[in-house]
T-cell receptor, first 114, second 113 residues
């Protein structure tokens, strides 16, 4: 199995630009999670989906952030407009629908907003 | 919701030293407990887990026992190697059911030769 795939691995952009992060979960996994990791705040859950439906987006910092999951094999996290404080590593993770099953993480996208 | 408290780092050890990273939790019921590891420049990966009280999870020489009496899940390894240098996260489900995990702040371990 290829594992969770994220792209791009690194992104450098200027303040005000739109940023789109992409994730392909493990085939057969019903849950998809987006996390953000920073030195100051640690690992934070932004949003998660079950069967392509957003379940909880209370962790999304503000309206500049949006996430979609148009099908079972693809999700995007978009920041528009981006700000320097959005600089972080963004992780996607997926898991099966079984009770309290392990989450499998992608390698992350390291975002730097100048 | 459930919560986890993890010992602060960083931890620096010499090769072959004994490692303990403390983790305590607050939870409703008896959730599964997890240790994840993050190597430099990589995502988190599952190190071990335990699904019920008194279970011992183990992997790569690491062990952790689910202790409901002390609500703890401490990570141990008898003899660390330089390759164990990483950040270690304790985690458990946020609530009952198949919910997102809530993670500790992470403990950075550096092992020197």
């Amino acid at each position: 199995d290829a594992g969770v795939i994220q792209s791009p691995r690194h992104e450098v952009t200027e303040m005000g630009q739109e940023v789109t992060l992409r994730c392909k979960p493990i085939s057969g996994h019903d849950y998809l999670f987006w996390y953000r990791q920073t030195m100051m705040r640690g690992l934070e859950l932004l949003i998660y989906f079950n069967n392509n439906v957003p379940i909880d987006d209370s962790g999304m910092p503000e309206d500049r952030f949006s996430a979609k999951m148009p099908n079972a094999s693809f999700s995007t996290l978009k920041i528009q407009p981006s700000e320097p404080r959005d600089s972080a590593v963004y992780f996607c993770a997926s898991s099966t629908g079984q009770y309290q099953e392990t989450q499998y993480f992608g390698p992350g996208t390291r975002l730097l907003v100048l | 919701g459930n919560s986890v408290t993890q010992m602060e780092g960083p931890v620096t050890l010499s090769e072959e030293a004994f490692l303990t990273i403390n983790c305590t939790y607050t939870a409703t019921g008896y959730p599964s407990l997890f240790w994840y590891v993050q190597y430099p420049g990589e995502g988190l990966q599952l190190l071990l887990k335990a699904t019920k009280a008194d279970d011992k999870g183990s992997n790569k020489g690491f062990e952790a026992t689910y202790r409901k009496e002390t609500t703890s899940f401490h990570l141990e390894k008898g003899s660390v190697q330089v390759s164990d240098s990483a950040v270690y996260f304790c985690a458990l489900p946020r609530n009952s059911g198949n919910t997102p995990l809530v993670f500790g702040k992470g403990t950075r371990l550096s092992v020197i030769a």
